[in-house]
């Protein structure tokens, strides 16, 4: 029996290399929920909509995405 291993961190979403490192530094080590749900789909160019709490990282679900697919020059637009 062949046992996978799965990936918890953010290497997961298969960000940029440049914006993986800066998540690092920043010392965010586990997505959160919502986190989790969202960046998958946003990553496919899907419309989303999250609710969770306060404080469990919203911003950064929607941001990560954005930043991800931005091109030098370009600008993004999170309506909050």
Do not use: C, H, W, Y
């Not at 918890?8 to 993986?20: C, T, Y």
């Not at 960046?39 to 911003?59: M, S, W």
């Amino acid at each position: 029996m062949q046992i996978l291993e799965t990936t918890r961190g953010f290497d997961q979403f298969n960000l940029q290399p440049a914006l993986l490192r800066a998540i690092d530094r920043l010392g965010f080590t586990t997505p959160t929920p919502i986190q989790t749900e969202a960046i998958p789909v946003l990553l496919e160019g899907r419309d989303a909509i999250g609710i969770a709490q306060t404080g469990t990282g919203k911003t950064l679900a929607f941001g990560l995405p954005m930043l991800d697919q931005l091109r030098s020059g370009e600008v993004g637009l999170v309506l909050a």
